[in-house]
């Protein structure tokens, strides 16, 4: 058992930057995959950021590269994302995911793990 949970959310207007944390528990050693996924109403969840924390290796949706940066402390469990001139279409609840597969995986389905979210709000 493996249990997340996010914390940071909050609002901010456009440009402007939010800071989430993952902290996780329970059985983390087996973990391969550490991501960040997101939803807005109506739509279905989509990958946003991936690390692998043995490697180190990450991978990015087209949308927030060069805005969004995913880094992790193995020491303290922990998996943050760094949120940078924020748009309005980056609004959803994000949630934080973990996987037993490797290679930094982008599906879902492939996630064994969430936390419930935290909400991101981005105003005009």
């Known amino acids: 058992q493996v249990q997340l949970v996010e914390s940071g959310g909050g609002s901010v207007q456009t440009g402007g930057s939010l800071s989430l944390l993952c902290t996780a528990s329970?059985?983390?050693?087996?973990?391969?995959?550490m991501a960040w996924f997101r939803q807005a109403p109506g739509k279905a969840r989509e990958f946003v950021a991936g690390l692998s924390p043995s490697s180190g290796m990450t991978g990015y949706r087209e949308s927030v590269k060069g805005r969004f940066t995913i880094s992790g402390d193995n020491s303290k469990n922990t998996v943050s994302l760094q949120m940078t001139w924020l748009r309005p279409e980056d609004t959803a609840v994000y949630y934080c995911?973990?996987?037993?597969?490797?290679?930094?995986?982008?599906?879902?389905?492939?996630?064994?793990?969430w936390g419930k979210g935290t909400q991101v709000t981005v105003s005009s």
């Open positions: 329970g059985r983390t050693r087996d973990i391969l995959t």
């Open positions: 995911a973990a996987s037993w597969l490797g290679n930094v995986q982008r599906a879902p389905s492939t996630f064994d793990y």
